[in-house]
């Protein structure tokens, strides 16, 4: 089940206590208190309410920064960027990366969820991580009929709050950024992912379910166990391009902005995990990052 669903499991992740997923910076080059929240891309804006501190937070500092700013996420610009990278090359269509084996499971995964209506000849002119995300939305829609959509409620709400509130709201990554990294495997690797996909996807609800179920316990270190198992979660090399590599990047505008301007990072929870981890980072940078317990 490795790499059962790549863009999902990156969204979960922990630190080394249990409870805590709103986390204050102090100490360094802040003018004033900055925070640093991990979130679940499958929960929707209404779980603020359970995370103790977070509306004090919000209503607190003067930015919101999230992964990309929710405006940018909708616009045409992300339709076109969407589209762009989506087509496959007409000599690496999916029949021509996969065993015909292959094709035909994938072929009766995605009959089942478009009903019979759509099947994979019909898709392949799409990239295959094109069809990993259109199957994801779809395993969504089954599995957790409550969330909008793979970019996340819980992210976007927090954003439109700090917009009601006059708050300004900033991304670490443009829309072109994301598309980038989300094709930014070989189409080969792409179909790989498709396929073992197709052939877990009947754990695919049992297995998110225990990490929403964990996240909602606040209970960080049996989510950091959940994601790195050997057999359903990442290895290493998925976690530094996901996670590890962006928030090196991402330290540079967070250590920028805090002398002018008091900040909540909006991220997902991934991102706290380990030595490269944004809250071990920040630490090492001369910040003092402490859980906000209420």
């Given at each position: 089940?490795?790499?059962?669903?790549?863009?999902?499991?990156?969204?979960?992740?922990?630190?080394?206590?249990?409870?805590?997923?709103?986390?204050?910076?102090?100490?360094?080059?802040?003018?004033?208190?900055?925070?640093?929240?991990?979130?679940?891309?499958?929960?929707?804006?209404?779980?603020?309410?359970?995370?103790?501190?977070?509306?004090?937070?919000?209503?607190?500092?003067?930015?919101?920064?999230?992964?990309?700013?929710?405006?940018?996420?909708?616009?045409?610009?992300?339709?076109?960027?969407?589209?762009?990278?989506?087509?496959?090359?007409?000599?690496?269509?999916?029949?021509?990366?996969?065993?015909?084996?292959?094709?035909?499971?994938?072929?009766?995964?995605?009959?089942?969820?478009m009903r019979g209506l759509v099947?994979?000849?019909?898709?392949?002119?799409?990239?295959?991580?094109?069809?990993?995300?259109?199957?994801?939305?779809?395993?969504?829609?089954?599995?957790?009929?409550?969330?909008?959509?793979?970019?996340?409620?819980?992210?976007?709400?927090?954003?439109?709050?700090?917009?009601?509130?006059?708050?300004?709201?900033?991304?670490?990554?443009?829309?072109?950024?994301?598309?980038?990294?989300?094709?930014?495997?070989?189409?080969?690797?792409?179909?790989?992912?498709?396929?073992?996909?197709?052939?877990?996807?009947?754990?695919?609800?049992?297995?998110?379910?225990?990490?929403?179920?964990?996240?909602?316990?606040?209970?960080?270190?049996?989510?950091?166990?959940?994601?790195?198992d050997s057999n359903r979660g990442?290895?290493?090399?998925?976690?530094?391009?996901?996670?590890?590599?962006?928030?090196?990047?991402?330290?540079?505008?967070?250590?920028?902005?805090?002398?002018?301007?008091?900040?909540?990072?909006?991220?997902?929870?991934?991102?706290?995990?380990?030595?490269?981890?944004?809250?071990?980072?920040?630490?090492?940078?001369?910040?003092?990052?402490?859980?906000?317990?209420?």
């Amino acid at each position: 089940m490795k790499k059962l669903s790549l863009f999902l499991l990156v969204i979960f992740s922990c630190v080394n206590v249990n409870g805590q997923l709103l986390w204050r910076i102090t100490g360094g080059n802040c003018y004033e208190p900055s925070y640093l929240f991990g979130t679940i891309h499958l929960e929707t804006s209404r779980y603020m309410d359970s995370v103790p501190g977070l509306r004090e937070a919000i209503n607190e500092v003067d930015a919101i920064y999230g992964e990309v700013v929710k405006d940018e996420m909708l616009s045409k610009n992300a339709i076109s960027q969407a589209l762009k990278e989506s087509l496959a090359p007409a000599d690496s269509t999916i029949d021509k990366l996969i065993a015909p084996e292959e094709y035909h499971m994938v072929d009766k995964v995605v009959k089942e969820y478009m009903r019979g209506l759509v099947g994979l000849d019909q898709l392949k002119k799409f990239k295959p991580m094109t069809i990993v995300l259109q199957l994801e939305g779809m395993q969504m829609m089954k599995y957790f009929p409550d969330s909008k959509s793979l970019g996340g409620g819980l992210d976007l709400g927090i954003q439109t709050l700090g917009e009601e509130l006059g708050k300004y709201v900033g991304g670490f990554e443009s829309i072109e950024e994301q598309m980038k990294l989300a094709y930014g495997t070989t189409l080969r690797e792409q179909a790989r992912s498709l396929v073992q996909m197709c052939i877990h996807d009947k754990d695919f609800g049992k297995y998110n379910c225990e990490l929403t179920a964990a996240y909602h316990r606040q209970d960080l270190s049996a989510l950091e166990e959940l994601l790195l198992d050997s057999n359903r979660g990442m290895g290493g090399e998925s976690l530094e391009r996901m996670c590890y590599a962006r928030n090196r990047k991402w330290m540079k505008k967070i250590i920028a902005t805090m002398p002018v301007q008091s900040m909540l990072i909006v991220v997902g929870a991934a991102h706290l995990i380990g030595d490269n981890g944004l809250i071990e980072l920040l630490r090492n940078s001369g910040y003092v990052v402490e859980a906000v317990r209420d």
